[in-house]
């Protein structure tokens, strides 16, 4: 028993923790789509906290219900449809040259394509809006309209680009799954139907494709709920047009105060994630029989392309082109210009990065002599960062806890509650922080505005990631090492730094990097948490996009890439990690 | 069913400077149950693959009959699925997300065979391996013993006139092993069909084979009757991999041998008297040494060894006894029980005719 006690004592603090900073909130923001705010009383004509359906009613059938609820669910609903349906196709394909072909270059093109999905994904619809931004909006124009052509309001805002970005932003994480599926693939099942008779086509038709779906269905949820919390794009490339999708829909919601309404939304949110998941698992359950014995690798596997060889390499060149080489260089162009398009060399300047007393008057220092930027890179690092190495620890302990723990009650609740905000779209789980947050309770002060908040969410936020890499650690660890060390008289606390710890060193590692990274690049999770003088580089960039600084805002948003580009790839090459799990946001 | 013949069969990988087959001539004859031996890496399964054409062979040529398959001289290169041999896989590689009937029923519906005969011949094979009550389960339901025989059942349904064994035993316990070879047997003898078996167990070999081809470093060793590698290995190498306990090896060095090692040099070099070759070695098996008292007077036509009793090793039925002899640990296997006790000083006798000489280069040389 003396192994066990301090492990159920750490699980009973963990639950009570998490309780709080996951489900609590949670529960406080559903409940306020039910209850009449102090804002509403007139309105409804009920006492303030009395139960009402009245936020319901608004969201799904008032005469604003189509603009606040019906539309963003079709966009989103299409938008995201449209984004799964061709990434699957231009990831499958992809995944398939690299694992299986003898294209030129496959090594390098199996890291070159999953470039993007390091990046922050608004960073995407930055780019766009530098090259197509048209007089709609205003601020500086996009270098099309710049230089005499204007862009149609449907290329330039709205679902087109939208649903274009996000199928280059998430075609690497369709590479990386199906990829991963392919290599693990038994060959030898694909050669004995050739032994048996049946061409490449038929093998591909009737061996791989079947056992390929639930690696596609899992892609294709994944890809749905993080569409659902994906805020920046939207906001980005939405606004002009007012195009809404639900998670600008819930941003507009609380930036008009209507509580109650983002609730409801937010519900929604929370449900359709939750839909897609039971989608997920009961398709894995089913795919669980189909776990087959690996066998020795075929020694030559990769079918020779021939003719195609040249186009087949030249669409993954396009591919690398079009969402790494464009976006970026565009966005690199963009802040050593003064006047957009204008290729002449009196325009090109490095100002907007060093100089001084610029004519944006709200950020009149260039991007790297910015006392603000430096701000918020410091704020970045170390909130983030402290959230980071906070999920990483308090990960390993659930997993230690999971693993260990007498009681499989509380290994479960801890495991799931944990897991809770994967399914629940970080501008959803901010608006409940706010919710619980923005006032004292108890013994807890309001945390609005300061950066406890921030850290906190980050950190939970993460947890999901981190939990699953310490359940995963502590798995392969198994239970001889310390017992070994308790048989020889070590202690709890003993046993964890001497023993436990040190062991599990790299994944803990893991477990804190990956988060912030993920982190650094989030901002749905905190657009509506930070404030100014609080801001991290993500709602700092934000800031200003709204002021329409071009170039400040893709200076900022270069920085937040080439911190998630190297920190990621820093990672890869130390830790050898998979790339294809818990980076988020 | 025609003989299949592998000539000069090379296979080289690119970026790898050794040859993993090399240069292989081997002729499969009709109604053969031909096992291919060797330890890992020597190229059987490579050998196998080629055969099947699953790998394309870097040089020479495959024929079945008159058809060729691989030539590379020629170009020419037949692609598995129209090779008609079955494979069944030391992994089974049953598909997981067809049922057992699905998966028999599979190269059946490839050859547009008509639903009602399909099932028929499904059910079948599956009742002829036992596992016609499992045709409607998955394979991951199913126990490894009972998923090599759906692999087998799905191979046997189209009845190919090759079958391509790779090491389809392997992964059974020992009891489910003996009980597939006895299946296999009786699958051999049923179909009447041409076997090819991959192995790296000799036992296996020994009981199952009509002929066996030995393989070593990409390069046949030997082949030929099962009695005929274990009673004349043509090297050291086969002599060595076939029989446990191990034969024993006695290797004539040049500096002042130890008087056993003296006495077997001189032994060999009165076998090869005439003979041109120098004896580099000898190899005794374990059960052609007699064990006796040391006072027992020398036989005339046979190699005798001085030596303590180590150690005895009942095995159950025999025994292992392990003797020294100057230092070097010799074995002997026996049927009868021992009435020696370690310790005890005894001579080891063997039969002139049971002792393998082998030339400097680890050939056999010799009369026998």
């Not at chain 1, 960062?385 to 609740?413: C, D, I, K, M």
């Not at chain 2, 008609?84 to 089974?92: A, D, K, N, R």
């Not at chain 2, 092993?177 to 069909?193: G, P």
């Not at chain 2, 009757?225 to 290995?233: K, L, V």
Request: contains cysteine.
């Amino acid at each position: 028993m003396g192994l066990r006690r301090p492990t159920t004592a750490i699980g009973v603090l963990a639950l009570i923790l998490f309780g709080y900073l996951i489900a609590v909130p949670i529960v406080t923001m559903l409940v306020q789509g039910f209850t009449v705010s102090p804002k509403d009383t007139v309105v409804v004509q009920q006492q303030e906290g009395s139960p009402t359906s009245y936020y319901l009613w608004r969201v799904f059938l008032s005469p604003v219900a189509a603009d606040l609820f019906w539309r963003p669910l079709v966009h989103t609903l299409l938008v995201s449809t449209c984004s799964v349906v061709f990434s699957l196709i231009l990831g499958g394909v992809l995944a398939w040259l690299i694992t299986r072909t003898d294209l030129w270059g496959r090594r390098w093109f199996s890291t070159a394509l999953i470039v993007p999905y390091m990046l922050p994904t608004w960073a995407f619809a930055l780019a766009w809006t530098t090259i197509f931004k048209n007089r709609t909006a205003g601020g500086q124009p996009g270098w099309l309209e710049s230089i005499g052509v204007t862009p149609p309001d449907w290329l330039a805002y709205g679902g087109v680009p939208i649903t274009i970005i996000f199928t280059l932003y998430f075609t690497p994480f369709v590479i990386l799954l199906l990829g991963n599926a392919l290599k693990r693939l038994d060959p030898q099942l694909e050669d004995s139907a050739r032994m048996l008779g049946a061409g490449y086509g038929t093998v591909v038709r009737t061996v791989v494709v079947p056992l390929m779906r639930p690696a596609l269905v899992s892609a294709a949820t994944l890809i749905l709920a993080k569409v659902l919390g994906e805020f920046g794009v939207t906001y980005i490339l939405g606004l002009p047009t007012d195009f809404n999708v639900l998670a600008t829909s819930l941003y507009r919601s609380i930036s008009t105060r209507e509580d109650g309404a983002a609730a409801v939304i937010a519900g929604a949110i929370i449900l359709i994630g939750l839909l897609s998941l039971w989608v997920d698992v009961h398709f894995l359950k089913e795919a669980r029989r189909f776990v087959t014995i690996g066998g020795k690798g075929a020694m030559d596997r990769t079918r020779a392309l021939g003719r195609w060889r040249v186009p087949a390499t030249a669409l993954c060149g396009l591919a690398f082109v079009l969402s790494v080489v464009v976006p970026l260089g565009v966005l690199a162009l963009s802040t050593v210009m003064r006047r957009p398009a204008d290729f002449s060399a009196d325009n090109f300047t490095l100002d907007y990065w060093v100089g001084h007393g610029l004519d944006t008057p709200a950020f009149t220092d260039g991007v790297l002599v910015s006392g603000a930027v430096w701000s918020a890179v410091w704020n970045t690092f170390w909130i983030v960062g402290l959230a980071a190495v906070a999920a990483g620890v308090l990960g390993q302990l659930v997993g230690y806890v999971v693993v260990r723990s007498p009681s499989r009650l509380l290994g479960t609740t801890l495991r799931q509650l944990t897991f809770l905000p994967y399914l629940v779209p970080g501008i959803a789980f901010a608006v409940a922080y706010l919710s619980l947050f923005a006032v004292d309770r108890g013994p807890i002060p309001a945390l609005y505005g300061t950066s406890t908040l921030l850290v906190l969410i980050y950190m939970v936020e993460q947890m999901p990631f981190a939990t699953r890499a310490g359940i995963s650690s502590m798995m392969q660890l198994g239970p001889e090492p310390e017992e070994a060390a308790q048989v020889a008289g070590a202690g709890w606390w003993r046993r964890m730094a001497h023993v436990v710890l040190p062991i599990q060193k790299r994944a803990l590692a893991t477990g804190v990097l990956m988060p912030f990274i993920a982190g650094v690049r989030s901002l749905s999770l905190v657009v509506i948490l930070a404030v100014p003088g609080m801001d991290v580089l993500t709602t700092f960039a934000i800031r200003l996009v709204e002021y329409g600084y071009t170039q400040a805002a893709n200076g900022v948003v270069l920085v937040v890439s080439a911190v998630a580009f190297g920190g990621t790839y820093a990672i890869q090459k130390t830790m050898k990690t998979d790339l294809g799990r818990g980076l988020g946001g | 069913m025609p003989t299949i013949r592998l000539q000069g069969i090379s296979k080289r990988y690119p970026g790898s400077t050794a040859s993993a087959v090399d240069s292989l001539d081997l002729t499969v004859n009709d109604g053969d149950f031909m096992c291919m031996l060797g330890p890992s890496g020597c190229g059987k399964t490579t050998t196998l693959r080629m055969i099947a054409g699953l790998e394309q062979p870097t040089g020479g040529s495959i024929s079945v009959g008159d058809r060729v398959l691989d030539s590379v001289e020629q170009g020419v290169f037949v692609a598995p699925e129209r090779r008609e041999m079955g494979l069944v896989f030391q992994s089974y590689a049953l598909w997981p997300h067809m049922t057992i009937r699905q998966n028999t029923e599979y190269g059946l519906r490839l050859r547009k065979v008509g639903r009602a005969e399909r099932s028929s011949r499904a059910d079948e094979v599956m009742n002829v391996m036992g596992i016609g009550r499992f045709a409607d389960r998955y394979p991951s339901q199913l126990s490894g013993g009972q998923q090599q025989r759906v692999a087998l059942a799905r191979m046997l349904a189209v009845n190919p006139g090759v079958m391509l064994l790779d090491e389809p035993l392997s992964n059974l316990d020992s009891r489910l092993r003996l009980e597939m070879r006895t299946e296999l047997k009786r699958i051999h003898q049923d179909f009447r069909s041409t076997i090819v078996f991959v192995t790296h167990d000799q036992w296996e070999a020994m009981t199952l084979a009509t002929r066996i081809a030995v393989l070593a470093d990409g390069r046949l060793q030997q082949i030929g009757t099962p009695t005929d590698i274990y009673d004349r290995p043509r090297n050291r190498f086969v002599a060595g991999f076939l029989g446990n306990p191990p034969i024993n090896i006695i290797e004539f060095t040049d500096d002042e041998p130890a008087p056993h090692i003296a006495a077997a040099h001189r032994f060999a070099e009165t076998r090869l008297h005439g003979a041109t070759a120098v004896p580099g070695s000898i190899g005794i098996r374990p059960e052609s040494i007699r064990i006796e008292p040391p006072s027992q007077a020398p036989a005339p036509d046979a190699l005798t060894i001085d030596a303590s009793i180590f150690a005895i090793l009942p095995t159950g039925g025999s025994w292992t006894i392990e003797a020294v002899a100057d230092g070097r640990h010799l074995f002997a296997t026996t049927s009868v029980p021992p009435t020696c006790r370690p310790g005890d000083d005894v001579r080891l006798r063997v039969a002139a005719h049971e002792v393998h000489v082998f030339d400097t280069e680890g050939e056999r040389v010799g009369l026998s």
